[in-house]
């Protein structure tokens, strides 16, 4: 399967706890995107890479969220003292950067998270 | 002001019917548009995308651009019960390099 994977698909937390999501990107895609999506909400941004470089932010990623890509391959999302009101869909998604397709951006299978 | 607008339905058409799905943008700079199919508890999968105004044909599928009116749309011709989904309009604003999306219209298509 050569589409965008992550993990865990399902976490279960207790709130004050710290978790950590994965994603790798399907392989010849410089850009990577984190979007969280609550129920009947379309999804929201929340940080994207070009290899290994975070370019932008958005202001819902609070301090306790951090995102990382080392090598410019997969990217890890975590989330510390974890609050109920972060129970969402955490989607990854990847673009390639140049070419015909280089603003789609195809989305993985998620890792929904709830907060106890 | 929302990015992007869509009517949240639920919008209902017969099976074999055409599906007329509705977007707005805000953004008059915006030149990607995209619509995403969700099913329920799965993520969102990019059935159609257009830059152009006019529109793009991909088999039962047709995506519609309007710039100056600030309007995209999405048909589904011959509607089949397996289209029954939410669907996602999203654009990337002038400028920017991520995708803003709306609330999703659910179709349900009746046998």
């Known amino acids: 399967d050569t589409g965008v994977s992550q993990n865990p698909r399902h976490k279960i937390t207790k709130r004050g706890q710290n978790v950590t999501f994965r994603c790798d990107p399907i392989s010849e895609h410089n850009r990577l995107y984190w979007y969280r999506q609550t129920l009947g909400q379309g999804p929201e941004f929340l940080t994207y890479?070009?290899?290994?470089?975070?370019?932008?932010k958005s202001r819902l990623l609070s301090d306790r969220f951090s995102a990382e890509r080392p090598k410019g391959s997969f990217s890890t999302l975590e989330i510390q003292r974890t609050e109920q009101g972060d129970s969402a869909m955490y989607l990854c998604?990847?673009?390639?950067?140049?070419?015909?397709?280089?603003?789609?951006?195809?989305f993985g299978p998620g890792t929904r998270l709830t907060v106890l | 002001q929302k990015e992007v607008e869509q009517n949240s339905g639920p919008l209902s058409v017969p099976e074999g019917a055409i599906a007329s799905l509705n977007c707005t943008y805000s953004d008059r700079g915006s030149q990607s548009f995209f619509w995403y199919r969700q099913y329920s508890g799965k993520s969102p999968e990019l059935i159609m995308f257009?830059?152009?105004?006019g529109d793009k044909e991909d088999g039962r599928f047709t995506a519609q651009l309007n710039k100056a009116s600030q309007y995209v749309s999405l048909l589904i011709r011959d509607s089949q019960p397996s289209d029954s989904a939410t669907y996602l309009c999203?654009?990337?604003?002038?400028?920017?390099?991520?995708?803003?999306f709306g609330t999703g219209t659910r179709l349900t298509v009746i046998p």
């Open positions: 999203a654009v990337i604003p002038f400028g920017a390099n991520n995708l803003f």
């Open positions: 890479f070009q290899n290994e470089a975070q370019l932008e």
């Open positions: 257009i830059y152009s105004n």
């Open positions: 998604a990847s673009s390639p950067v140049r070419g015909l397709s280089y603003n789609e951006q195809f």
